[in-house]
């Protein structure tokens, strides 16, 4: 009798500390005061380092924000991209904020919040390239940040990845850039907001293809056992588009309003 009530007694301590760590998400970031947002920090206009090392950009200007709705602060750790929803499931970070792309395949793994933001995904050649479609792929090698959306874009598209020479992938979207600039790769496939940013940097270097791999929107991504977090944050956006403060954000990065509304 004394084996089975310590049995019973050990199931009831994993149970309740199984449901601390995973269904209380919210009361611990709220009783440390900080929301760790975890980041690709060079993932320009998004989050990237400044010219002096500090984490900047649109959505650290925005988790800033919403952050100080909660009453919180934010703080930015850069993590490997391709493992970043695992180091969220894992508890090394709270959210995942960096132009994430809302797909059914990480809905499986994690919540998101409502889109805030539209993109595409785009392919980009160096200027007096012969590219000028999607078929002109066929027998070159295109770059891409690997575990990105633009990796998924292009593995759906069987059409253009079959007709591939080769599918460089790269730890970041600079590092393919740069390869592209050199004559390196042919092309590369990127979210259309970075490309963008990169082209208006680098005027003369590069063209983009006016067909695309397909649109999609970004959110961002939390644990699905954190479900007051979840809505918190939510509403801290959403009241961020209703006062004004995420247009200024937006105005401030882009020249114009990119959310949706």
Same mark, same amino acid.
């Given at each position: 009798?004394?084996?089975?009530?310590?049995?019973?007694?050990?199931?009831?301590?994993?149970?309740?500390?199984?449901c601390?760590?995973?269904?209380?998400? /919210?009361?611990?970031?709220?009783e440390?005061?900080? @929301?760790?947002v975890?980041?690709? +920090?060079?993932?320009?206009?998004?989050?990237?380092?400044?010219?002096?090392?500090?984490? !900047?950009? &649109?959505? @650290? %200007?925005?988790?800033?924000?919403?952050?100080?709705?909660?009453?919180? $602060?934010?703080?930015?750790?850069?993590?490997? /991209? +391709?493992?970043?929803?695992?180091?969220?499931?894992?508890? =090394?970070?709270?959210?995942?904020?960096?132009?994430?792309?809302?797909?059914?395949?990480? *809905?499986?793994? #994690?919540? &998101?919040?409502?889109?805030?933001?539209?993109? *595409?995904?785009?392919? !980009?050649?160096?200027?007096?390239?012969?590219?000028?479609?999607?078929?002109?792929?066929?027998?070159?090698?295109?770059?891409?940040q690997?575990?990105?959306?633009?990796?998924?874009?292009? +593995?759906?598209?069987?059409?253009?990845?079959?007709?591939? =020479?080769? $599918?460089?992938?790269?730890?970041?979207?600079?590092?393919?850039?740069? +390869?592209?600039?050199?004559?390196? @790769?042919?092309?590369?496939?990127? %979210?259309?907001?970075?490309? *963008?940013?990169? #082209?208006?940097?680098?005027?003369?270097?590069?063209? !983009?293809?006016?067909?695309?791999?397909? $649109?999609?929107?970004?959110?961002?991504g939390?644990?699905?056992?954190?479900?007051?977090?979840?809505?918190?944050?939510? =509403?801290?956006?959403?009241?961020?588009?209703?006062?004004?403060?995420?247009? =200024? #954000?937006? $105005?401030? /990065? &882009?020249?114009?309003?990119?959310?949706?509304?």
């Amino acid at each position: 009798m004394k084996k089975f009530m310590g049995f019973l007694l050990l199931v009831s301590l994993l149970f309740a500390f199984g449901c601390k760590e995973t269904g209380d998400g /919210w009361s611990k970031i709220e009783e440390k005061g900080v @929301i760790v947002v975890g980041l690709d +920090d060079n993932f320009p206009p998004m989050g990237f380092r400044g010219e002096d090392g500090e984490i !900047v950009g &649109f959505d @650290i %200007d925005l988790a800033k924000a919403a952050a100080t709705k909660l009453g919180l $602060q934010a703080e930015f750790k850069p993590v490997d /991209w +391709d493992g970043i929803v695992m180091s969220l499931n894992k508890g =090394d970070i709270d959210v995942i904020w960096n132009g994430l792309t809302i797909t059914p395949a990480r *809905r499986e793994k #994690i919540d &998101f919040s409502p889109a805030y933001m539209a993109n *595409r995904q785009i392919v !980009v050649v160096a200027v007096g390239s012969t590219i000028k479609t999607l078929d002109d792929l066929a027998g070159k090698s295109v770059g891409l940040q690997l575990g990105s959306s633009s990796q998924k874009a292009l +593995d759906d598209n069987e059409k253009v990845k079959n007709s591939l =020479d080769e $599918q460089r992938k790269y730890a970041n979207n600079t590092e393919a850039l740069m +390869d592209l600039a050199a004559g390196r @790769i042919d092309a590369v496939v990127v %979210d259309e907001i970075v490309g *963008r940013y990169y #082209i208006a940097k680098k005027p003369g270097l590069y063209l !983009v293809l006016e067909q695309n791999l397909g $649109q999609e929107e970004y959110g961002v991504g939390m644990r699905k056992a954190d479900k007051e977090f979840v809505k918190k944050l939510s =509403d801290a956006i959403q009241e961020l588009k209703v006062d004004g403060t995420a247009d =200024d #954000i937006s $105005q401030k /990065w &882009f020249g114009e309003s990119v959310l949706l509304k």
